[in-house]
Structure formats: C-alpha cells, structure tokens
T-cell receptor, first 112, second 114 residues
Framework: DAKTTQPPSMDCAEGRAANLPCNHS???????VYWYRQIHSQGPQYIIH???NNETNEMASLIITEDRKSSTLILPHATLRDTAVYYC?????????????FGQGTRLTINP | EPEVTQTPSHQVTQMGQEVILRCVPI?????FYWYRQILGQKVEFLVS????????KSEIFDDQFSVERPDGSNFTLKIRSTKLEDSAMYFC????????????FGPGTRLTVL
C-alpha cells in the first residue's frame, strides 16, 4: 500500500497558487518524495521530486518539512490545464528497477 | 523532448484472444515497466524489466502475462488469453540509471475485452 496520505479533493481558483499537502510520517532516510499527476485518463506525468531540500522546477515547487514527515506541492499560478489527480509517492532512489506505488491521490479542480 | 510512445491507443478484443501491447521507451533508458489502471481505480504496478529479464512482478502479473524486449527499441506486454477483467488502461514507463531514474510514462493503451 501507498505510504502517503493526501486529501481526496481540493479546489483552487485560476491564477492562484495551489498548495497540495501530503503526509508521509513513516518515510525512511533514503526515501525520496515524488509527485506525479494524471490528467483525465492520460499517463501519469512526472512533476518533481526531492529528498530533504526544497526543490523548484518549471512546473512546481516542492516544500519538505524539516522532519520530512510531510510535504507540499505548490503550483504557483494554477491554470485550468492543471486540473488533474496529483499523486505523492515515496520511493527509494537506488539503482535498479524500483516500482512506483500509487495511492488515490488528490483530485485538484481549478475553477475559472 | 524524448517521450514514451505506446500503440495502439485503443484495442478491442474478444475474451480468450491474445493481445500484444507495444511500447517504445525513451532511447537511453534501461528500466522498463508496465502498469495498469482499471476504470475508476488506482494505477497498479504490473512488472519491471531490466537487462532482458523481469526484475519484479506483482500478483496481477500471472502466467497469462509476459513481457519482451524483442529488439533495441520495443517493449511489449502480451496477454495470452484475455479475460473481461483485463479491461483497463495499460501504461508503459521507462527510467534511466542513477540520478536520471525518474520514470516517464506513455499515454497508455485502452484495452477493452468483450
């Protein structure tokens, strides 16, 4: 089973920042936090990942608490195209084929 | 930007028939995966593949399923005798090595078993 807890749904107004929380209280020291999203029935899309430092890329920012027991994905200026199911996944990042374990995710709806 | 591709986008088959789902992973990737998603349910891991052999498989991946990398570019999932409950979206993913081991997914093949 997934080792993360996410709210089942959230709403956000277009143009505002969307902040998606994730709890991973049993995360191990060598586990990374990954975020993916799935728009309708398309393939999951990689967004960002991190270990303990905050990370930012062209899509989003990832804020990980100091104790690493929770994190927040931030979409700084949400658009209608960001409406999707967002998955927070913890995963060991070592060489070798490491599966992803998806939970139910958060269904984010961006409203005009 | 390189991407994972899958064919066909939609496959309709009769129960008991064999189907082969095809994937072209990102060219310099070494790890290959199949996942499936039954309508309205979670994305589920099926199998991972590295160095021409299965690395890990789930309970779903029984003897009816097989994977193959027949040449340097394609990665296939075969279902030998399809059942109604095999109807789902099937996603292929590939990942690199070390710091580039993030998995990237294809658009999926919708399999409908009648």
């Amino acid at each position: 089973d997934a080792k993360t807890t996410q709210p089942p749904s959230m709403d956000c107004a277009e143009g505002r920042a969307a902040n998606l929380p994730c709890n991973h209280s049993t995360i191990s020291g060598n586990e990374y936090v990954y975020w993916y999203r799935q728009i309708h029935s398309q393939g999951p899309q990689y967004i960002i990942h991190g270990l303990k430092n905050n990370e930012t890329n062209e899509m989003a920012s990832l804020i990980i608490t100091e104790d690493r027991k929770s994190s927040t994905l931030i979409l700084p200026h949400a658009t209608l195209r960001d409406t999707a199911v967002y998955y927070c996944i913890v995963r060991v990042k070592i060489q070798g084929a490491q599966k992803l374990v998806f939970g139910q995710g958060t269904r984010l709806t961006i409203n005009p | 930007e390189p991407e994972v591709t899958q064919t066909p986008s939609h496959q309709v088959t009769q129960m008991g028939q064999e189907v082969i789902l095809r994937c072209v992973p990102i060219s310099n990737h070494l790890y290959f995966y199949w996942y499936r998603q039954i309508l309205g349910q979670k994305v589920e891991f099926l199998v991972s593949f590295y160095n021409n052999e299965i690395s890990e498989k789930s309970e779903i991946f029984d003897d009816q399923f097989s994977v193959e990398r027949p040449d340097g570019s394609n990665f296939t999932l075969k279902i030998r005798s399809t059942k109604l409950e095999d109807s789902a979206m099937y996603f292929c993913a590939s990942g690199g090595r070390g710091s580039t081991d993030t998995q990237y997914f294809g658009p999926g093949t919708r399999l409908t078993v009648l």
